[in-house]
C-alpha cells in the first residue's frame, strides 16, 4: 500500500502506538525475549473454539499495518524490551496481544493501541462464536478496569462487517461509484448520481470506493463514556481514526483521500466533565455483571 496511515502519523508526532492481534508471535513467546530465528513458529499457534474446532490463532490479512511498508514487520520481531513496546525499534509498533499486556501491566500502556482478539475470539462466522467474543472482550475489559490507568482509558469495541445477517437496514449511500463491478442500486451503479462519486486530492473522479456499507455495532466502554447512552451521530469506522488524530495529532488527518477528513465525530459518546462511572465487571461466560462489584 502507498500513502500515509495513522500510525505514521503517530510516529510524526512521537505518539506511542501499537498494533496487537492474538497468534502474532510464536507459541510460548513472553515479551521482551530477543527475536527468535525458528521464523517456521511464528504464528502456528492454535486454540479451540467453543465448539471444540482447532483454529490457528493468526489470520494475516487482519493485520493492516503489515500492508504498508513505513509499519510492517514481515518477520514478527519481537520487541527489544518491554519498556520499548509501544516506541520504535526492530518490532516497527506490530505486537502480539501478550507484549500489550506486558506493557499495560508494567505502567506502559502506549497511548494509542489496537488489539485484535486471535480468530477463535474474534467472533466471526465459520470459525468463531458469539460466545467466544464474548468471553475474550469480558475478559480483556475487567482485566483493564483493574489497572491504574482505567481512570484514564478509553475501549472502542468495533466490528469489521455485518454480513447483512441480522440488519433490515440498508446504509445511506454517502459516496457513490459507477462501475461494472457496481450493483447495489442497478446494473453498473451504486447510485446514479456522478456528482456523488468522490474526488481525489487533485480532484480527479474515484470511482469503486461505494459506500457506506452495511451498519455494524460501535460501543465505547470509558470512565468517561455516557451511561445509558445510544448516540445517533453518523459514523463510520474512520471515525476512530479521527478521534486518534483529533486527541493527538491536532486534528492532522492522513489524506490521500482518506474518509477520517468526513466522517462524523465519536465526541458525543463522551463525557468528560461528569464523575467517573463505576467500574462494572461481567462474567465472561455469561455476560451478567458479577455480583460484589
Given at each position: ?22 497468534g ?33 490463532d ?23 524490551s ?42 466471526h ?40 445477517w ?35 486530492e ?14 455494524i ?6 470512565p ?8 445517533d ?44 462511572a ?16
Amino acid at each position: 500500500m502507498g500513502g500515509k496511515n495513522i500510525g505514521d502519523l503517530l510516529n510524526e508526532q512521537h505518539v506511542t502506538w501499537g498494533w496487537f492481534q492474538g497468534g502474532f508471535a510464536s507459541p510460548g513467546y513472553s515479551s521482551g525475549k530477543p527475536a527468535t530465528d525458528d521464523l517456521e513458529k511464528v504464528c502456528s499457534e492454535t486454540h479451540e473454539n467453543v465448539a471444540g474446532e482447532e483454529v490457528n490463532d493468526y489470520i494475516p490479512h487482519h493485520e493492516p499495518f503489515e500492508y504498508y511498508p513505513s509499519t510492517a514487520n514481515p518477520q514478527h520481531l519481537p520487541p527489544t524490551s518491554t519498556a520499548m513496546i509501544g516506541r520504535q525499534d526492530q518490532a516497527n509498533h506490530q505486537y502480539d496481544v501478550r507484549d500489550f499486556w506486558a506493557a499495560a501491566e508494567a505502567g506502559n500502556m502506549p497511548a494509542v493501541s489496537y488489539v485484535k482478539a486471535p480468530a477463535y475470539e474474534d467472533g466471526h462466522a465459520g470459525y468463531s462464536d458469539p460466545l467466544d467474543e464474548q468471553r475474550y472482550l469480558a475478559e480483556f475489559i475487567n482485566r483493564l478496569e483493574k489497572l491504574p490507568t482505567w481512570s484514564s482509558t478509553a475501549v472502542i469495541i468495533n466490528w469489521d462487517d455485518s454480513d447483512g445477517w441480522y440488519d433490515h437496514q440498508i446504509g445511506p449511500i454517502v459516496s457513490q461509484s459507477q462501475t461494472a463491478l457496481d450493483a447495489l442500486t442497478g446494473s453498473g451503479e451504486c447510485g446514479s448520481n456522478p456528482l456523488r462519486v468522490p474526488l481525489s486530492e487533485e480532484g480527479a473522479p474515484e470511482q469503486g470506493r461505494c459506500g457506506v456499507g452495511p451498519r455494524i455495532p460501535l460501543l465505547v466502554v470509558s470512565p468517561y463514556s455516557k451511561s445509558n447512552s445510544v448516540d445517533d451521530t453518523f459514523t463510520t469506522q474512520t471515525s476512530i481514526v479521527k478521534f486518534i488524530e483529533d486527541n493527538w495529532l491536532d486534528g492532522k488527518r492522513v489524506g490521500g483521500g482518506s474518509a477520517d477528513a468526513t466522517t462524523g465525530t465519536l465526541n458525543h459518546m463522551f463525557d468528560f466533565h461528569q464523575r467517573q462511572a463505576r467500574r462494572l465487571f461481567l462474567d465472561p461466560e455469561t455476560g451478567e455483571p458479577l455480583s460484589g462489584h
